[in-house]
């Protein structure tokens, strides 16, 4: 689905993610079916992009069957699988039941899963 070892990299040259990241410390557990990743955060630069267990503890998680990811990750998503929050209302991804862990840094996570889309489908 995606290059897991190269996502910390296209992430960290990605302006638009270092802009809307800057200052942010957290790691991140994304889900994918049964597979965890996380994403370290230092400052908005990405530290790592490692495998992890799924109850791995983090500070933002993102979590869906196969299937929405797909969807999600589609070069141009059907309606409510092109943002997060309208994903997790319609289709089911998990995400941390408080807005306020994530808020200030949604514009962060958009871009990460547009980079994640990005990545997918490039040639």
């Known amino acids: 689905m995606i290059d897991w070892g190269r996502l910390a990299a296209r992430l960290d040259a ?11 410390h957290a790691t991140l557990r994304l889900d994918v079916g049964n ?38 990750l589609a070069p141009a998503p059907r309606p409510f699988y092109q943002d ?15 807005f306020l862990d994530f808020a200030a840094y949604y514009p962060a996570l958009r871009r990460l899963i547009e980079v994640m889309r990005e ?5």
Do not use: T
């Not at 990605?14 to 942010?24: I, P, Q, Y």
């Open 84 to 98: 997060l929050m309208a994903a997790q209302m319609h289709h089911g991804v998990a995400m941390n039941p408080d």
């Open 119 to 123: 990545a997918r489908h490039e040639s």
């Open 35 to 72: 597979e965890s990743h996380s994403v370290s955060l230092e400052d908005g630069r990405v530290g790592a992009v490692a495998n992890c267990d799924p109850g791995s503890k983090c500070d933002i998680y993102i979590g869906a069957s196969q299937e929405v990811w797909e969807e999600m």
């Open 14 to 24: 990605d302006g638009e993610f270092r802009v809307a990241a800057r200052h942010w």
